[in-house]
C-alpha cells in the first residue's frame, strides 16, 4: 500500500552507553515480527549491531536505521545511535533529519553528562524531543525520583504520558496518561495539557478561559506540542518484557510529528552562510535532500543516506550538488534496515533512504532538482583533539594507507587527518584513543591496511635569552681554487611573536655587498632547525657587523655557510631555551569532580583561569602545555567516569621550564644518535 508524507515517522533514540537503545529497537523489531527472536548485544544477536567492531566490543558504533511497520499504515523510521561520548558525531548527524528524539535514560543510575549533551544538541537542532525510561523492573528504581530529575535538568515540558503501576518486580503495566489511567493520570494530564496550550495564542487564552482543552484540541495538538518543544513525553518502557512498548509505538504512530506537521527547516541558497529562509516539506516542490551519512565498502563503493526535505524523486533523475554545483545521477534508489537495503523506484518528502556508487556525495551536502537550489545548514561537531602519528606497518601498505585514511574521515565529521609541514609526519586526530581504534580496525577489515602508531612530536619552538656575538671563518683548500668567508655577527632576543630580524652593518666593504644576501641566508637556514634540541629558532636577530674575503676563494656557498655557523656560534652563547606550545582548555563535567578534575590539571603544569556553571554543568578554563593534552582525553575519561569533555585551542608558546627542558633534550638526543645507528 502506497504512503505519504503524513505517514512517516522520523525518530532517533539516543542515550548513554547501557541506557537501553539497542534492546528497545530489538524488542521493537521482534514485536513488529521483523526478527524471529528477541536479540541481544550480549550475546551477538541484536539487530542493530551488524559491524564486526560492534560485535566484538559490544557497543553500537555507528547509527543503523530501521524501516518499521506501524498501524494505520504509517511507517516508523527508527534510528539506533552510539551510546559512547566519543561517537556523538553519529547521534547529532541523525538527530539533525528527524523530526523527534527520543533520549533513552536509564532508571538505575543518575542523569549522565552525556545524556544532557545529546538533550542540548537536539534541542539547538529544533527537533522534537521524548523520553524513554528504562531498568524501571531493576531494585532501588524510583519512576517518580527519575520524573523529578528529568524535569529539574530539561524543564516542565517533561511529562509522564506513561507510567509503572509499582516499583521494581511490582512493575507488571504501565498506566497511560492518556486514558487517565492509574492514580497519577488525572495530574498527569492535567501538566499536558497545561504544556500543549503553549503552542499558540489562540490555544492558550482558550484554555485560561475554560480551564482546560476539550478531547478534540488535546488529540489535536499533541503533535504540535512535540514538534514546538512545548511537551517532551516520556514513556515507562522495559523492553525485555516488553511493558510498556506496545503503548510507546501507538503514540509514536498516533501523536510523534510527521514531517508535514513538523513544517519548515532553515535553509539558504547555495554558497551562502546564512540560512534565514524557510524550506517547507511541500510534497509538490523541487526535489531538495541532505546527506547526512556516507559508508565505503571496498566492493560496493560509496554508499550515502539522504532525508529527503522536499518534493520527491524516482530512480535515475539528475540532481546537483549545492557545494560545487556538480550534477550526477541517481541511479539507484534504496531502502534501508540495518545492514538490508532494498532497491525503490521512488522517494516522498521526509523520506530516509539512500543511493550508491556516486563518489561525489560528501557528508553534509545539500542536493537538489534544476530550478530548486538550496541548501542546508550542516549541524555543528566537537572538535577532535586525540591525535596520533601513523604510519603503514609494512611497506607494501605505503600506496593504501592514504586512500583508506580518506575513506574512513569521509565517514566521520569528528575526524581529521593531514601531514605536519614541520615534522612531516600524518597524523590522524579523533575523539579519543577509543575513537581511533576503531577507525583502524575499520582500515584492517575494509581495505586489509594495518597501521602503527605513536604520539605525534610536539611542535616546540627555540629561542634565546640574552645579546652574544658569534664568529665563524670558513676555509677550504683541496687544490686549485677554495672556499673562504669569514662572518661576525651579534644575535639578540626579540620580543615573543617579532620573528625574525637581518640586520646589515658592514662599512667599509669588510664583506662585498653580493655576498651580504648570502649570509641571511645562512642565518635563515640556522633558525630552520636550531641547536638546542633540532626544532625552529624564532624570534631571534642576526647583525653582520664584519668580516673578510677572498678576491679569488670566496663565493656564495662559502658565505651562506658562514653566515650559517656564526649565528649558531652566537645562538649558543645567547643562553638558549625552549618554547613550548601552550593550548587554551575548556573542560565540561559535572560538578562533583571539580576538585579531581582542577588537581590533575595543577599537577600537568595547568593554571586555571576561570570556573562557571553552564546547564548544571561545571565548566573549567584553562592553559595548558600541548605535551599534557596528548593523552588528556584518556585521563579526563577515568577522573571523570566517562562524562567529562574538552576542546582545545593554540593559545601562545611560553618558555619551558628548566628541568622538563633538560628532559626533552636528552630525548632528542638519544632519537638522534638511534637514527644515526640504524643508518
Same mark, same amino acid.
Given at each position: ?13 539516543? @542515550? ?112 522534537? $524531543? ?285 575526524? &581529521? ?30 581495505? *586489509? ?11 616546540? $619552538? ?18 686549485? $681554487? ?64 664584519? @668580516? ?7 663565493? *656564495? ?6 653566515? &650559517? $655557523? ?28 571539580? @576538585?579531581?578534575?582542577? @588537581? ?22 584553562? &592553559? ?42 636528552? *630525548? ?12
Amino acid at each position: 500500500m502506497a504512503y505519504g508524507s503524513e505517514d512517516i515517522r522520523n525518530v532517533a533514540l539516543v @542515550g548513554h552507553g547501557h541506557s537501553g537503545k539497542t534492546a528497545i529497537v530489538d524488542a521493537i523489531a521482534h514485536h513488529l515480527q521483523l526478527s524471529s527472536r528477541l536479540g541481544s548485544v550480549a550475546d551477538g544477536t541484536s539487530v542493530s549491531d551488524v559491524e564486526p567492531e560492534e560485535k566484538e566490543r559490544k557497543q553500537t558504533l555507528t547509527s543503523h536505521l530501521f524501516r518499521m511497520p506501524l498501524e494505520n499504515n504509517h511507517r516508523l523510521n527508527l534510528f539506533d545511535t552510539p551510546g559512547h561520548n566519543d561517537f556523538i558525531a553519529s547521534a547529532i548527524s541523525v538527530m539533525d533529519v528527524v523530526e523527534t528524539v527520543v533520549l533513552v535514560v536509564n532508571a538505575t543510575s543518575p542523569l549522565t553528562f552525556h545524556a544532557r549533551q545529546l538533550w542540548k544538541a537536539a534541542g539547538e537542532l529544533g527537533v522534537g $524531543r521524548a523520553i524513554a525510561v528504562t531498568h524501571l523492573d531493576q531494585d532501588n528504581t524510583d519512576f517518580q525520583r527519575t520524573i523529578e530529575e528529568l524535569r529539574a535538568a530539561f524543564g516542565h515540558a517533561v511529562v509522564p504520558v506513561t507510567y509503572p503501576d509499582g516499583k521494581a518486580a511490582g512493575f507488571k503495566t504501565a498506566f497511560n496518561v492518556l486514558d487517565r489511567e492509574g492514580p497519577e493520570g488525572e495530574k498527569y494530564h492535567d501538566q499536558i495539557e497545561e504544556d500543549e496550550a503553549e503552542v499558540d495564542d489562540t490555544l492558550m487564552e482558550h484554555y485560561l478561559e475554560e480551564g482546560h482543552l476539550d478531547d478534540v484540541e488535546f488529540e489535536e495538538n499533541l503533535r504540535r506540542a512535540i514538534a514546538a518543544g512545548k511537551l517532551a513525553p516520556v514513556f515507562a518502557i522495559n523492553p525485555l518484557s516488553p511493558l510498556g512498548l506496545r503503548k510507546f509505538l501507538r503514540f509514536v504512530s498516533e501523536h510523534f510529528p510527521s514531517p508535514v506537521c513538523f513544517g519548515g527547516r532553515g535553509s539558504g541558497k547555495p554558497g551562502s552562510d546564512t540560512f534565514g529562509d524557510v524550506c517547507e516539506p511541500a510534497a509538490d516542490g523541487p526535489f531538495a535532500a541532505k546527506v547526512f551519512k556516507t559508508v565505503s565498502d571496498p566492493y560496493v563503493g560509496r554508499m550515502s543516506f539522504l532525508r529527503c526535505l522536499r518534493g520527491g524523486a524516482s530512480k535515475d533523475d539528475s540532481v546537483a550538488i549545492a557545494r560545487d554545483g556538480k550534477s550526477v545521477k541517481l541511479a539507484h534508489l534504496f531502502d534501508v534496515h540495518a545492514k538490508e537495503t532494498t532497491e525503490i523506484d521512488k522517494v516522498v518528502t521526509g523520506d530516509l533512504f539512500a543511493v550508491s556508487k556516486i563518489e561525489d556525495f560528501e557528508y553534509g551536502d545539500t542536493v537538489f532538482a534544476s530550478g530548486g537550489e538550496i541548501a542546508f545548514p550542516r549541524p555543528a561537531f566537537p572538535l577532535p583533539t586525540y591525535s596520533r602519528h601513523i604510519w603503514p606497518k609494512t611497506r607494501g601498505d605505503e600506496q593504501k594507507i592514504g586512500g583508506a585514511v580518506e575513506k574512513v574521515v569521509a565517514e566521520d565529521p569528528t575526524l &581529521q587527518y593531514g601531514r605536519d609541514s614541520e615534522t612531516g609526519e600524518f597524523l590522524l586526530t579523533g575523539m579519543s584513543p577509543l575513537h581511533l581504534d576503531v577507525q583502524f580496525a575499520r582500515m584492517h577489515e575494509r581495505y *586489509q591496511v594495518d597501521v602503527d602508531h605513536g604520539p605525534p612530536t610536539i611542535p616546540y $619552538r627555540e629561542t634565546i635569552t640574552v645579546p652574544a656575538d658569534g664568529h665563524h671563518r670558513h676555509k677550504k683548500q683541496s687544490g686549485g $681554487r677554495g672556499q673562504f668567508a669569514e662572518v661576525y655577527v651579534r644575535v639578540a632576543p626579540r620580543e615573543h611573536g617579532e620573528g625574525f630580524e637581518f640586520v646589515d652593518s658592514i662599512v667599509g666593504g669588510a664583506i662585498p655587498r653580493q655576498f651580504i644576501p648570502e649570509v641571511e641566508k645562512g642565518a635563515h637556514k640556522f633558525m630552520e632547525k636550531g641547536a638546542l634540541a633540532g626544532f625552529p629558532v624564532v624570534d631571534m636577530k642576526v647583525e653582520v657587523h664584519d @668580516g673578510k674575503f677572498h678576491d679569488v676563494d670566496s663565493d *656564495q656557498l662559502s658565505f651562506q655557510l658562514a653566515g &650559517q $655557523r656564526a649565528s649558531l656560534d652566537g645562538y649558543l652563547k645567547a643562553r638558549p631555551i625552549l618554547l613550548e606550545p601552550i593550548m587554551d582548555v575548556e573542560i565540561h563535567i559535572p560538578e562533583r569532580f571539580t @576538585g579531581d578534575v582542577a @588537581g590533575n590539571l595543577s599537577s600537568s603544569r595547568g593554571r586555571m583561569s576561570g570556573m562557571e556553571i553552564e546547564d548544571g554543568i561545571q565548566v573549567i578554563k584553562a &592553559q595548558v602545555p600541548l605535551a599534557s593534552m596528548l593523552d588528556y582525553s584518556t585521563q579526563l575519561r577515568s577522573i571523570t567516569a566517562g562524562e567529562g569533555t574538552f576542546t582545545m585551542k593554540f593559545e601562545q608558546y611560553e618558555a619551558v621550564p628548566p628541568n622538563v627542558q633538560a628532559e626533552i633534550v636528552a *630525548q632528542r638526543k638519544a632519537i638522534v644518535e638511534q637514527a644515526h645507528a640504524d643508518k
